[in-house]
């Protein structure tokens, strides 16, 4: 019996999870599908500059488990733009973080920098 697949953490979901070509019809060979675990990983390395170590810690995976994740994810952005591709981001081993766990840091979760939460706050009395 296979080890069953480990949950990866993640602080949010991405605001459009469709990007691409204008021009592309919308056939099944056309798409490109990235996972939101793919996502979170290219959102915590190339985006918040986080290592692959730290990037494992905030999905509560391994090491290892993140550097197969970001280049699978990688190869697909790479797909989606040297073909002309629509990507996709949708679906995956993924739960979304409460935002009050330690490992979320002491200024929130990221999750609620993404429009929910504190920064709605913050707007308000603005």
């Not at 494992?56 to 990688?74: E, F, W």
């Not at 739960?95 to 709605?120: A, I, N, P, T, V």
Request: contains cysteine.
């Amino acid at each position: 019996m296979p080890r069953p697949r480990k949950w990866r953490k993640v602080c949010c979901l991405p605001e459009s999870n469709r990007f691409g070509p204008l021009n592309t019809s919308i056939h099944g060979e056309h798409f490109v599908t990235m996972t939101i675990d793919e996502y979170e990983t290219i959102r915590l390395i190339d985006l918040e500059g986080f290592t692959q170590e730290e990037c494992a810690s905030k999905m509560n995976i391994a090491r290892t488990t993140v550097q197969g994740i970001y280049n699978d994810a990688r190869k697909k952005l790479a797909e989606s733009l040297v073909n002309g591709k629509v990507l996709r981001i949708e679906g995956g081993d993924y739960k979304l973080c409460d935002g009050l766990e330690e490992s979320c840091g002491g200024g929130g979760c990221r999750r609620y920098r993404c429009g929910k939460g504190f920064m709605e706050d913050d707007d308000k009395g603005k």
